[in-house]
Structure formats: C-alpha cells, structure tokens
C-alpha cells in the first residue's frame, strides 16, 4: 500500500510517503523561528503558514518518494488532538486528495502515532534545504522502515511542549493511557524556566546544551509527585520554585558557569521525575520494554538516564529518532497504514477534526 500523510496539529507542516511499512520521504518545515519572536506557537499564525507551506511539503515529500499522486493507494492526516485551525488545514487538504483520487481515507489520533515512532528503524539523519521561497524542509526519513517484527509489549512516555504522558502499549493498536501531565507538561517546564533565565523560546534544546557544562546537583529543585503512587505528573510547582530561585539570587544568571549549573539543575529533577515514574510504571505492569517520543525525548540527558535504567532494570528501550521525536508525518503515516491493513470502516469523507480527541 502507498500512502500520504499530512500532519498539522501545531507548528510543523509535515508530509509523508509510506509503502508497506517503509518510510519513503518525510519532509517537515517547521515554524519554530516564526513563534519564537511571540515567544509560544501563535495558534493563528500557525494556521496561516500550514496554508502556505502544506502544499510544496507535500510535493516535496511526492517527488523525494517518486510516487506520483495517482499511484497512491490511500490518504492519512492528524485528526487530533491540537490546534483547531492547524488540524483543519491538514486534515480537509488530506480529505480533498482522498476525494479527488477516490482513495480510501483515515484520520489518526496524534498521540497513538507518537507510540509507535520509536519503533521507526533506520532513520537517515536529517537534512535541511532552502528553497526559493524560503522554506526549510527538513527531509531524512527516506527509507526508516516499521520495525513491528520486533514490537514488544511497552511503556510509552509521550513528552512534548503540550503533552506528558504514560501508556501502556499491550499489543500493536491496543494500548492504555495510565497516567498524564495534571498541569503543565514537561516541554512547557523546559521553556518556562528557560524564559525565566531570559532564554528565547523552546528553551528546551539551549537548557539541554547549556546543561552538559553545569553540576545537576549544584541547586536543589523538587520532584514534584516522584513518591505518588499514580502515573501522573506535575511541573508547575517545579516551575514555580524556579522562578522563586531566580528571584533570590539574580546576579547568578550574570556568570556563565552558575547559569550552566541551573539548567542542569532544572534539567535533572525534569529528568529524575520522567524517568523513575516510567520504569515505575513499567515495572508495575510486567512489561520489559520502555519507549519514548515526543520533542523533548531529544533531551541528552533524558535519552542518558532513561538508558541507564533501562540497562539496570534489563529493559528493552526504544527511543523515537530524534528527526521522528518532533512531530512529524511519517508516524500518522506507518500508524494510518497499519490500521487500513486491519478489517476498519472508514468515516464519511466528511467527518471533522477533533482538537480536543483525548487518547485512552
Ligand atoms: O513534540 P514537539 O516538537 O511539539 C509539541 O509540543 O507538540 O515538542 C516541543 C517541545 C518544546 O517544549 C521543546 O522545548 C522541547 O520539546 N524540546 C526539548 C529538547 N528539544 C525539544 N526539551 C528538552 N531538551 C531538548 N533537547
Ligand atoms: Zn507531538
């Protein structure tokens, strides 16, 4: 089967091209420079430029994959959750193609895709091009494949700027969401304390390089609901008790090493909370295996300590590549694939978005 996958839910307009599991173009242009002057994804905005951007993504990603768009067998795009503008653009462009091609068409839960982008195997690394009217395309995905041989019943730890949270994943398209962020989720904790330290937005890759240089033990921040016996996360306090630190002792983001100090501070109780709670969960439920995806699964010190422990525990760890851990198509792709394979009645031609589409 030969598939497009548009994915549009919040800042990055992406496209890709799936062939019986296999990965044949992923191109992604994303809009973080545009929303870091506003410092957050401007939802209006973010509409604006999927509009400009979504078509020659998606002739990119045709032409990468050489698949011209009458060879193609069925059409996927993100239903939800995410932003009501940004999911329309997507989601009725992919519904138009369906129509025209008279192709079968599927929309996909944005979420249940992140479960099975760690088991994307082989992904080229990256590559940014500049076109004439100056998109970025990131295209890197050519050729990843599905690795479902290998699928092994998991924990998954979603963690992104808008979402935390902790599934049980019993066998392929069957999971369970055991636990989620009660406030904010762990990339907005990233950019929020980065912000307080006048960091420009996502502050999460910069708290992450700037990390590696500083002492995670320099500064003492809590780790909020760590000894809960739930699966569920908070951040805001942690935040909070950041911003009361800074307050306290400003003159300290004057000197670089103090600075590298804090964000590995800030980094490692983010990371211990994240990490204990997942192989708790894991544990808990007598699975062996661990996965991650989501932007901040790109965190170095996240990826480190999740291995660690996994090692420790004998847990099996699969974490999303780092060009799948943003959002991106090829996972609405192989997840919107693997459900058309299964007997499934289609929806009308019609059917909506659903921002608000809460996974289970
Ligand atoms: O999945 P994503 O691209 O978008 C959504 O939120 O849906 O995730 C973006 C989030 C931002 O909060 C960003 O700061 C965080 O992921 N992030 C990181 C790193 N790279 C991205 N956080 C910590 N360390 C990183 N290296
Ligand atoms: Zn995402």
């Not at 932003?83 to 929309?107: R, T």
Request: hydrophobic share 45%.
């Amino acid at each position: 089967m030969t598939l497009l996958a548009l994915e549009t839910s919040c800042d990055e307009t992406s496209a890709a091209v799936v062939r019986d599991g296999k990965v044949l173009a992923n191109t992604v242009s994303s809009q973080i420079q545009l929303h870091a002057e506003y410092g957050g994804v401007v939802p209006e905005l973010a509409a604006r430029e999927h509009l400009r951007n979504l078509i020659p993504v998606a002739q990119a990603a045709l032409a990468e994959a050489g698949v011209p768009a009458g060879q193609l067998d069925a059409v996927a795009a993100t239903q939800g959750p995410g932003l009501p503008n940004a999911l329309l653009v997507g989601f009725k462009a992919a519904q138009a193609v369906a129509f025209a091609l008279g192709k079968p068409f599927i929309g996909i839960n944005h979420h249940e895709a992140h479960l099975y982008s760690p088991w994307i195997s082989n992904v080229r690394p990256a590559s940014c091009r500049q076109n004439a009217s100056d998109l970025v395309l990131a295209a890197g995905t050519t050729f990843g494949f599905a690795d479902f041989a290998a699928f092994q019943p998991n924990i998954s730890l979603i963690v992104s700027g808008g979402h935390t949270m902790i599934v049980l994943v019993k066998s392929e398209l069957n999971h369970w969401v055991l636990g989620g962020t009660i406030d904010d989720a762990a990339g907005e904790c990233f950019d929020k304390t980065g912000k307080l330290m006048g960091l420009a937005y996502p502050a999460g890759p910069e708290i992450d390089r700037l990390a590696e240089q500083g002492n995670p033990a320099a500064f003492a921040f809590p780790r909020p609901l760590l000894h809960d016996s739930s699966d569920d996360f908070s951040f805001s306090g942690l935040k909070t008790s950041v911003r009361y630190f800074i307050r306290d002792h400003p003159e300290l983001l004057d000197d670089a090493q103090q600075t590298c100090d804090l964000c590995a501070s800030v980094q490692a109780a983010i990371v211990e909370v994240l990490v204990k709670k997942t192989i708790r969960a894991a544990r808990r439920n007598g699975v062996r295996c661990v996965t991650a995806s989501g932007g901040v699964t790109c965190n170095r010190g996240l990826r480190q300590e999740l291995a660690r422990a996994c090692e420790r525990e004998g847990f099996t760890l699969r974490l999303a590549d780092r060009v799948l851990c943003t959002d991106n198509a090829a996972m609405i792709g192989i997840l919107a694939e693997r459900k058309l394979l299964q007997p499934v009645t289609l929806p009308p031609l019609d059917e909506d978005i659903k921002p608000g589409w809460v996974l289970t």
